[in-house]
């Protein structure tokens, strides 16, 4: 790619075909992608009719006109520049849920943004980004992963020729083993290597290693048959993908009649990312408080930059429905300082050098036990980085870590091994929707608005749209984040919250669908 001219002829595709670039390449052109097309630019010499004639044989929906695409392209190209003219550029691997936050974060730095996608994603999981960042980020170049020739991938990144590629970044879980390999195969990169790629992704050989270091890991068993798993169940127990993220396709049987029936569901079944469930993952039940330990790391240091506590219960037919994240803190700190103990000996056990990553750990009475890790940004369309920006301090939230662990180690290496003390503390509360249908308002918004500990909000449906009963991350209607120096009033917020979002207290306007009954 050649920086675009100063005047030119740009041809618009706003379908965004694939192997565009190759196209502008081959005609002399330049290509940059934007939130909903792709813009070619050519020479304004080579003339208006023959661009027109040449855009025509390519056979896609497009438009040609001339103009002075300067002022256009001015967010793409006004980047910070080494003296050789070239894009410092971050390439961000699956850029979903909080890893467009992470784009847009590092746009704000000066970065030019290329992402690459682990796989052809569906629609609607390509929406699944902050609001804010929706149809605002502008790419400079998106490739698929090729998994068949991962060199061919890690090549067409080195050939970019506008930019220099400053770093290499995971956005969310899908893209774990895609990031593995293209950063080992990038001359020059810090790099976690492939060689345990799958115990990083795969929850079985996740826990596995655990135990194989010597660190406590839940019972377990990888099951491809129901016989399988019938032989290993003695009473309550978990079932859940191998892969996946938040609580798809995990379920809590309390007997083998229910195991069986929940067993079945997942077998066979396609996980949020579209992969297939070859077999399921049977462990024991594990009882006590959930945590979440947010960490970054650099040359095998970790350095914690958030921990939570969840309230996941069951909703609406569903076992894990989350109701709020809450920052932790104890006023000894013990607890903390065990959780981040444990949780930074498992990032060792499954070969963590290097990126983010996001452990989920059940405390119990003797202690912490690891629920999964994903070695990749907290998720949650990145609604954390607001609340710790407010009660921690700047800088300390884990995207902006990761930002500074490429670009500006130093600052990691000041950070203490986990947070400060804090003042207050910060809730997100999971909006739930107990009814589905049309939805026609949120009249009860703007009382939540008025609350004293309100902060921000992440509202993911509009009026008009179909709503269903909320059963996992993907059918929450959004979350309202909640900070104050007063731990009382934001327990009582969460309660307001909950209280109106439940049928007839005036958080949802929603009217049913019609049930049409045949003759």
Same mark, same amino acid.
């Given at each position: 790619?050649? *920086?675009?001219?100063?005047? =030119? ?10 192997? /565009? ?10 290509? /940059? ?26 056979? *896609? ?27 410092? &550029? ?63 991938? @890690?090549? @067409? ?24 390999? %293209?950063?080992?195969? /990038?001359? =020059? ?8 790629? /799958? ?47 938040? &609580? ?18 997942? %077998? ?61 803190? &104890? ?24 990126? #983010? ?9 003797? =202690? ?51 947070? #400060? ?20 308002? !949120? ?7 008025? %609350? ?15 709503? &269903?009963? *909320?059963?996992?991350?993907?059918? *929450? ?41 045949? !003759?």
């Amino acid at each position: 790619m050649m *920086t675009p001219p100063p005047t =030119g002829i740009v041809v618009r595709f706003p379908e965004r075909p694939k192997k /565009l670039e190759a196209w502008a390449k081959e005609h002399g052109a330049v290509s /940059l992608s934007r939130a909903a097309e792709t813009l070619v630019v050519f020479e304004a010499s080579r003339g208006l009719e023959n661009i027109q004639s040449i855009a025509a044989k390519s056979n *896609t929906r497009c438009t040609v006109s001339l103009l002075e695409p300067v002022r256009e392209f001015q967010p793409l190209i006004s980047r910070r520049s080494n003296t050789d003219g070239k894009v410092d &550029t971050i390439v961000i691997v699956d850029p979903l849920s909080s890893g467009a936050l992470l784009a847009a974060m590092a746009a704000e730095r000066g970065l030019g943004l290329v992402r690459v996608l682990s796989k052809a994603f569906p629609e609607e999981f390509m929406r699944i980004v902050p609001t804010g960042c929706s149809g605002t980020l502008e790419w400079l170049a998106t490739l698929e992963f090729d998994d068949q020739s991962p060199e061919a991938t @890690a090549r @067409a990144i080195s050939d970019l020729e506008f930019a220099h590629v400053a770093g290499v970044a995971v956005g969310c879980e899908s893209g774990v083993e895609c990031y593995d390999m %293209l950063t080992e195969l /990038l001359e =020059g990169f810090p790099s976690n290597g492939s060689a345990q790629s /799958l115990t990083r992704r795969d929850k079985y050989p996740m826990g596995e290693a655990v135990r194989a270091a010597g660190l406590r890991a839940c019972e377990q068993k990888l099951c491809a048959t129901w016989d399988q798993a019938e032989t290993f169940i003695d009473g309550w127990c978990v079932l859940k993908p191998c892969k996946s993220a938040g &609580t798809d396709g995990v379920y809590i049987a309390k007997n083998h009649e229910e195991a069986r029936r929940r067993f079945n569901q997942i %077998l066979g079944q396609e996980n949020i990312f579209g992969e297939t469930n070859d077999a399921v993952l049977v462990q024991e039940f594990l009882r006590g408080t959930e945590f979440v330990v947010d960490s970054v790391s650099i040359e095998g240091v970790h350095k914690c930059t958030a921990i939570w506590v969840y309230d996941k219960r069951p909703c609406n037919g569903a076992q894990f429905v989350y109701h709020s994240m809450s920052l932790f803190q &104890t006023p000894s700190g013990e607890r903390e300082e065990k959780l981040v103990a444990y949780v930074h000996a498992v990032l060792d056990a499954l070969g963590v050098r290097y990126g #983010p990553s996001h452990a989920e750990v059940m405390w119990q009475h003797d =202690g912490p036990c690891l629920v999964e890790v994903g070695c990749r940004p907290h998720g949650g369309e990145g609604t954390f980085v607001g609340m710790i920006e407010k009660v921690i301090g700047k800088g300390f939230d884990q995207l902006s870590v990761m930002l500074d662990a490429i670009e500006k180690p130093y600052r990691f290496h000041r950070l203490p091994k986990r947070p #400060p003390t804090f003042q207050g503390g910060a809730i997100e509360v999971c909006l739930i929707a107990y009814e589905q249908g049309t939805l026609r308002g !949120l009249p009860g918004l703007q009382s939540v608005r008025h %609350l004293a500990s309100f902060h921000a909000e992440e509202i993911k449906v509009a009026i008009g749209d179909d709503i &269903t009963k *909320t059963v996992d991350f993907l059918s *929450t209607p959004g979350s309202i984040m909640l900070v104050h120096n007063d731990a009382d009033q934001l327990h009582r917020d969460v309660d307001f919250i909950h209280h109106i979002s439940k049928p007839g207290n005036g958080l949802y306007d929603i009217s049913p669908k019609l049930r049409l009954r045949s !003759l």
